[in-house]
């Protein structure tokens, strides 16, 4: 083996280290980042889910309005399944009694939050183990 084709070589595996590098380190940083402001949006969800239900047993009308807009703001408008927390917040204003529709809404919030965690999981494994990713459950 001469010089030169010692020195390529190197270069190159060089290269290569270099690029699987900076891709894996990319990746850390957009799951790390991706993944505490998730645990942050579904933490936001939590604490609005309760904050209509409190409001829905106290009769607090314009809290629970203040708590639908906030779900608004933090759910997919192109998304069925959101679409439909919201106008299930609009129910529980709307009807003489809240209970049940408190309990809809309950179950279609636990749906989301189930879905974005196997979602945030599935995302966080290597792409060799990902697959596709997991579909949204509908509320019956």
């Given at each position: 083996?001469?010089?030169?084709?010692v020195?390529?070589?190197?270069?190159v595996?060089?290269?290569v280290?270099?690029?699987?590098?900076?891709?894996s380190s990319?990746r850390?940083?957009?799951?790390?980042?991706?993944?505490?402001?998730?645990?942050?949006?579904?933490?936001?969800?939590r604490?609005n889910?309760r904050?209509?239900h409190?409001?829905a047993?106290?009769?607090?009308?314009?809290?629970?309005?203040e708590?639908?807009l906030?779900f608004?703001?933090?759910?997919?408008?192109?998304?069925?399944?959101?679409v439909?927390?919201?106008e299930?917040?609009?129910?529980i204003?709307?009807?003489?009694?809240?209970?049940?529709?408190?309990?809809?809404?309950?179950?279609?919030?636990?749906?989301?939050?189930?879905h974005?965690?196997e979602?945030?999981?599935?995302?966080a494994k290597?792409w060799?183990?990902r697959?596709?990713p997991p579909a949204?459950k509908?509320f019956?």
């Amino acid at each position: 083996m001469d010089l030169d084709t010692v020195l390529g070589s190197g270069v190159v595996a060089g290269l290569v280290a270099g690029l699987v590098t900076l891709r894996s380190s990319e990746r850390k940083i957009q799951i790390e980042n991706i993944t505490q402001e998730r645990a942050k949006w579904r933490e936001k969800i939590r604490e609005n889910a309760r904050l209509v239900h409190q409001a829905a047993m106290d009769a607090n009308h314009k809290l629970v309005a203040e708590s639908r807009l906030a779900f608004q703001l933090l759910l997919n408008p192109f998304d069925a399944e959101d679409v439909a927390i919201v106008e299930s917040i609009a129910a529980i204003i709307e009807a003489p009694d809240p209970k049940p529709g408190l309990t809809e809404f309950a179950g279609r919030v636990a749906y989301l939050l189930k879905h974005d965690w196997e979602r945030a999981k599935a995302e966080a494994k290597p792409w060799f183990y990902r697959g596709k990713p997991p579909a949204r459950k509908i509320f019956p």
